[in-house]
């Protein structure tokens, strides 16, 4: 059985189950503040999959917090502005100033990345941060909580003791399921088309800086620029039935099974969208997600109990129409962080604080990207209403200053 540690070393063991955006932000937090950290994922090496991910002042003015701002920039793209258009008639409905804006008005940037450099940078931090482990090719079978110790075994019949343990191994988290016992999460009938293009093989028309959302009925496409503004990220989610196998998300998916969903669109949008296949490198230009979430958190015991936390998709895992799914997950890193710092507390507790400070935060996310979703594709009068309160309102709906300036 693997301690994690020399016999004798009193220095705290942290387990983390999953590899990650939010294991490896967990891991690299955890460890600043003096824990030993043992990471496992399941996969045999870390391979670049993936689309693009937004991150608000919310989760940058961690990230720069925490000793990375210039490696963000270097792979990162920082939009001037946002964009909400009326998938069908092309209309601009309203627009918030990002940039320097955002810096004033939050004390950090709004930025879109690439999940692959995301999850680069922080394996970078965290490999070179004093104190952590992180072991690959490691699937969980189950865990064991006495109270004193936590155990982890793996499938390979590895056992592995630590002083707590966090599953960080996503929304289909077999830590929960250990935990919990909830059963799967739910599939609403969500399909996500992604692809990630050369702007360099756009015409110029075409190309970007700034984040575009289009609102149709049933239906909203993103794209906004990454990796310095070379490429860009497309996401297009309509309705329809998800693959038989709703646990993977990298199935490649037919372009033409993609224009027929998004029927009447204005001219623009289907020109972006007849250019994928020219600017992508991929034999699969679209690549589809069905997307999977929970109902939000309803208390603290659901993301702790005794020397078990869950944290990112594993906790609260939520529809992407607030762009917080990323950002949720290293909020929760730092939070872990900072409550097991707590030296005068036992890790239970510890770990409650951690739920305790974190849960209803999530659950209010959670709910607005429930309610985004229903937004963003509505029809018949809510649609009119929708538009019509964008236009009239502009950044006071736009922007959103509980998130992002706590």
């Known amino acids: 059985m693997d301690r994690g540690g020399t016999i004798g070393d009193m220095t705290?063991?942290?387990?983390?189950?999953?590899?990650?955006?939010?294991?490896?932000?967990?891991?690299?937090?955890?460890?600043?503040?003096?824990?030993?950290?043992?990471?496992?994922?399941?996969?045999?090496?870390?391979?670049?999959?993936?689309?693009?991910?937004?991150?608000?002042?919310?989760?940058?003015?961690?990230?720069?917090?925490?000793?990375l701002e210039a490696e963000l920039r270097d792979v990162a793209a920082f939009p001037d502005r946002l964009q909400v258009r009326n998938a069908t008639s092309g209309a601009e409905l309203g627009t918030l100033a990002l940039g320097a804006r955002t810096i004033e008005r939050y004390g950090a940037p709004y930025v879109t990345i690439h999940r692959?450099?995301?999850?680069?940078?922080?394996?970078?931090?965290?490999?070179?941060?004093?104190?952590?482990?992180?072991?690959?090719?490691?699937?969980?079978?189950?865990?064991?909580?006495?109270?004193?110790?936590?155990?982890?075994?793996?499938?390979?019949?590895?056992?592995?003791?630590?002083?707590?343990?966090?599953?960080?191994?996503?929304?289909?988290?077999?830590?929960?399921?250990?935990?919990?016992?909830?059963?799967?999460?739910?599939?609403p009938g969500h399909l996500a088309y992604r692809?990630?293009?050369?702007?360099?093989?756009?015409?110029?028309?075409?190309?970007?800086?700034?984040?575009?959302?289009?609102?149709?009925?049933?239906?909203?496409?993103?794209q906004y620029p990454v990796r310095r503004g070379e490429w860009?990220?497309?996401?297009?989610?309509?309705?329809?039935?998800?693959?038989?196998?709703?646990?993977?998300w990298d199935h490649g998916a037919n372009h033409d099974d993609l224009q027929r969903?998004?029927?009447?669109?204005?001219?623009?949008?289907?020109?972006?969208?007849?250019?994928?296949?020219?600017?992508?490198?991929?034999d699969h230009p679209w690549r589809l997600w069905a997307l999977a979430d929970r109902p939000p958190v309803q208390d603290a015991e659901q993301m702790a109990r005794g020397l078990v936390a869950l944290l990112g998709d594993a906790a609260h895992p939520m529809r992407p129409y607030l762009a917080q799914g990323a950002g949720?997950?290293?909020?929760?890193?730092?939070?872990?962080?900072?409550?097991?710092?707590?030296?005068?507390?036992?890790?239970?507790?510890?770990?409650?604080?951690?739920?305790?400070?974190?849960w209803q935060r999530c659950a209010r996310v959670q709910a607005r990207s429930i309610r985004n979703g229903q937004i963003f594709h509505s029809t018949g009068l809510v649609r009119f209403g929708r538009d019509a309160s964008i236009k009239l309102l502009g950044e006071r709906i736009l922007d959103v200053p509980w998130l992002y300036g706590s």
């Open 328 to 358: 949720m997950a290293i909020e929760d890193a730092a939070e872990l962080a900072r409550a097991l710092a707590m030296d005068a507390v036992d890790v239970p507790t510890r770990l409650k604080r951690y739920a305790l400070a974190r």
């Open 261 to 282: 969903a998004l029927g009447d669109t204005c001219a623009p949008l289907r020109d972006l969208i007849v250019a994928v296949p020219e600017a992508t490198v991929n």
């Open 232 to 248: 860009m990220n497309v996401v297009a989610i309509v309705h329809g039935e998800p693959p038989a196998d709703a646990q993977g």
């Open 116 to 187: 692959a450099d995301l999850h680069r940078l922080l394996c970078k931090a965290a490999s070179e941060q004093h104190g952590v482990h992180i072991n690959l090719d490691h699937w969980v079978a189950d865990l064991k909580d006495d109270g004193g110790v936590v155990t982890l075994n793996t499938v390979a019949g590895q056992q592995i003791e630590g002083d707590a343990l966090v599953g960080a191994d996503g929304v289909w988290s077999r830590v929960r399921q250990q935990l919990l016992n909830d059963g799967p999460p739910r599939v």
């Open 12 to 67: 705290q063991q942290l387990l983390i189950a999953g590899g990650g955006i939010g294991g490896l932000a967990a891991a690299l937090a955890v460890a600043r503040t003096g824990w030993e950290v043992r990471l496992y994922e399941r996969a045999a090496e870390f391979t670049e999959v993936g689309a693009g991910v937004q991150l608000g002042p919310n989760v940058t003015r961690i990230l720069q917090g925490w000793g």
């Open 195 to 222: 692809t990630m293009l050369n702007q360099s093989a756009l015409p110029q028309a075409l190309r970007t800086t700034q984040v575009t959302a289009w609102l149709g009925p049933r239906l909203h496409v993103v």
